[in-house]
């Protein structure tokens, strides 16, 4: 990423800002239409990619090259065309009206603007896909066997990916525009206000001076951090820095403390109350409250979090590791004197379940955090503050937007060519009618698209191919997004592409795959509780009462047994048989 100096840098935050100032306008007084909406956001979003992301790891770092302002230039052509003639567009027919020259033209150099900007921002895979899936829709009929497709002109492809809201304008862009943005906003409140710090402060204090402290201080500190941020490795980066380095002082070896960080901070998207941009489409795609979503996802979570620090604990013990000294954190009776740090969070889930709007409930959390800081002499902020506060969250939007509206052109070919009915025929033929096959099928396919995407591109892929066939299967809908949701985010802690292990190690300088296979082990109910949550519904809390009673007995049971059975150690050394019986 290009570090902008000078007036380039000035024109660059106010642009920034004015994107952020829009946004949070249109938050609190109403979108516009979705696909006005969407067409002004990509138009915002799109010139970043070029000033900030240069073409190869050759091209100049310190300057934005002409070139590079061309094309900024050019990718905000198709999107001012959408405003300018917006009536006409949605009042026009499609697959009826013909298509203009202009807008052929238009629509086709998007395409190729997009995938483009993808690759730099996303990286190859994601571009890849998206570009397949845009010619199947064109060359699908002259394929062989079960991939051949339905033939469409050249006209009514660019038609479908540019003029209607089932292409590149379509939901998962609709949740860039509307939801995610606000929450970046709201994060960048929460850093500049000190209510990112004091999540740290509060992990610190708590868990710094049992066995293991350090440890326990991140997976602590990134489920809460991570709730928020919506990125394992800004998550590694965000707390890593600080606790890998105490883990390792303390006696864990390198690796495990990569381990341990690399988990934490990878199951910070699937912890309520935020989640990251994937759950908000998943609430789109399911039609359902955002506050549905965030209440099935609490307890596979906190089972998934007291999985991990179980394990760091037994861990702990098995090696005599001792936490810090108490003169190095922060004082306990200091933290709960400004616990009303949390109240933008508090404020924040009781909006969302109180069934008010994402959008709403984010900027009812930004006010609340600024009010929070005018209590802090240290932290408070200023209109200057509020303004940078919007530019560091404004800023972060290029990924979450351009791989939302590049995985809208899978989508949107998946609908059009049949692509997913092949998909679902494909996975019913190899499990035969068996469902636990099926499931794996979908996660191994969830796991490779994670591996070379970010978390919410491989969810709506995966989404998109595997939920169907799940679904037909006699699975509940939203069990089955859950857990295509689980595993493009648990793909982060996969060998042989774990993102978020992979930049644990280079904190901790340690083997990179050591660290990613040590993740795994440490992060195995992540690989468990999809499956239960598919045939039990009560571990999502929607099964009455006695089922959601009993599916949470269970799933603590479960998470006890398993980090017996992983570690080896209750008060003694276990056996082999022992670790097998708790395994099983």
Not at 188 to 209: N, Q, W
Not at 452 to 457: F, Q, R
Request: charged residues 10%; hydrophobic residues 55%; proline residues 5%.
């Amino acid at each position: 990423m290009r570090q902008l100096r000078g007036n380039t840098q000035k024109l660059f935050y106010v642009y920034v800002v004015a994107m952020g100032l829009f946004h949070l306008y249109t938050a609190i007084f109403g979108n516009y239409e979705a696909y006005l909406q969407r067409s002004i956001h990509l138009t915002w979003v799109l010139p970043m990619c070029f000033v900030l992301y240069p073409i190869s790891s050759k091209s100049p770092k310190e300057y934005v090259p002409l070139y590079d302002w061309i094309l900024a230039f050019i990718s905000t052509l198709p999107g001012i065309y959408n405003m300018i003639n917006y009536t006409h567009i949605i009042e026009r027919i499609a697959q009826v009206d013909p298509l203009t020259t202009t807008q052929l033209v238009l629509g086709t150099l998007l395409l190729v603007i997009l995938l483009e900007a993808t690759r730099r921002v996303v990286g190859v895979p994601l571009t890849i896909i998206a570009a397949f899936f845009a010619g199947y829709m064109y060359f699908g009929h002259h394929m062989p066997g079960i991939m051949k497709g339905l033939s469409f002109t050249f006209e009514e492809v660019i038609e479908h990916i540019y003029l209607t809201g089932e292409g590149i304008f379509s939901v998962p862009l609709g949740v860039s525009a509307a939801f995610v943005m606000i929450f970046l906003i709201f994060g960048g409140f929460l850093e500049k206000s000190g209510v990112g710090e004091y999540f740290m402060h509060l992990a610190e204090a708590f868990t710094g001076t049992q066995a293991g402290g350090p440890a326990k201080i991140a997976v602590v500190s990134s489920a809460l951090f991570g709730s928020i941020s919506g990125s394992a490795v800004a998550n590694v980066y965000g707390t890593g820095t600080f606790t890998i380095p105490l883990m390792k002082r303390i006696g864990y070896p390198a690796h495990f403390a990569g381990a341990v960080e690399a988990v934490a901070s990878a199951g910070g998207q699937i912890m309520p109350p935020i989640m990251g941009a994937g759950a908000f489409i998943m609430a789109s795609f399911l039609g359902r409250p955002y506050s549905e979503i965030m209440i099935a996802a609490t307890l596979p979570a906190i089972l998934y979090y007291g999985a991990v620090i179980f394990m760091v604990h037994l861990g702990a013990l098995k090696n005599g590791l001792q936490g810090l000294e108490p003169d190095e954190l922060p004082s306990k009776k200091e933290v709960l004197k400004k616990l009303y740090f949390i109240l933008p969070i508090i404020g924040l889930v009781y909006m969302l379940l109180d069934g008010y709007t994402p959008m709403w409930a984010a900027t009812i959390g930004i006010g609340l955090t600024w009010a929070i800081s005018m209590l802090n002499p240290g932290k408070r902020m200023t209109p200057i503050d509020a303004i940078d506060a919007i530019y560091t969250g404004a800023k972060n939007i290029p990924m979450v937007c351009i791989a939302c509206a590049t995985a809208g052109i899978v989508v949107g070919s998946v609908g059009l060519t049949g692509f997913g009915f092949k998909f679902v025929g494909f996975i019913f033929a190899f499990a035969k009618d068996t469902p636990f096959v099926a499931l794996l099928l979908v996660m191994f396919v969830s796991l490779i698209l994670g591996m070379g995407l970010p978390t919410t591109g491989a969810y709506i892929l995966a989404a998109a191919l595997g939920v169907p066939a799940l679904a037909k299967l006699g699975f509940p809908t939203l069990s089955a997004h859950l857990f295509v949701f689980y595993f493009a985010i648990v793909s982060n802690i996969t060998p042989p592409v774990a993102l978020a292990a992979y930049a644990a190690s280079s904190i901790a300088g340690s083997s990179p795959n050591k660290t990613g296979f040590t993740a795994m082990r440490l992060g195995i109910l992540a690989f468990i509780v999809p499956f239960a949550f598919c045939y039990d519904t009560g571990l999502l809390l929607n099964a009455g009462f006695f089922n959601n009673i009993t599916a949470l007995a269970g799933g603590v049971a479960a998470t006890f047994a398993l980090g017996y059975a992983m570690i080896g150690f209750t008060r003694r050394p276990l056996a082999l048989w022992q670790r097998a019986f708790f395994c099983i």
